[in-house]
């Protein structure tokens, strides 16, 4: 959590989850040209330190018993969703929560995270 304060720094300077995320590198960037449309794939313009912390987040998360993110994790890869790009989603719903739980100063709800998760 503190690696995440220190690169993310003052939460309040973003409006809306959305702009955190893509301040964290994690947002979806598209190259395009015409009639050539290329693969969507992150940005990756924010911090690498950030990045990589979230992905051995994101990574112990969805191996913990009970845990929301993988629970998320898991209905993604139901639906189809390569195991690399739904571990790229779980990242992306980590900075939503952080940042969320930073700005409002509410406690952290795992049911608030995934329908499917249970409370604490």
């Given at each position: 959590m503190a690696v995440l304060r220190a690169e993310l720094g003052e939460v309040d300077r973003f409006a809306c989850t959305d702009q955190a995320i893509?301040?964290?590198?994690m947002d979806i960037k598209i190259r395009e040209s015409g009639q050539w449309k290329g693969q969507p794939k992150l940005s990756k313009q924010g911090s690498g330190l950030l990045r990589q912390m979230l992905y051995l987040a994101a990574l112990r998360s969805?191996?913990?018993q009970g845990s929301a993110f993988g629970a998320y994790y898991q209905h993604l890869v139901a639906r189809g969703l390569k195991k690399m790009s739904a571990l790229m989603a779980v990242?992306?719903?980590m900075v939503a929560v952080a940042t969320h739980l930073m700005q409002t100063e509410e406690d952290y709800d795992p049911g608030k995270v995934w329908?499917?998760?249970t409370g604490p």
């Open positions: 893509a301040y964290a590198g969805i191996s913990l990242m992306r719903k329908v499917g998760a």
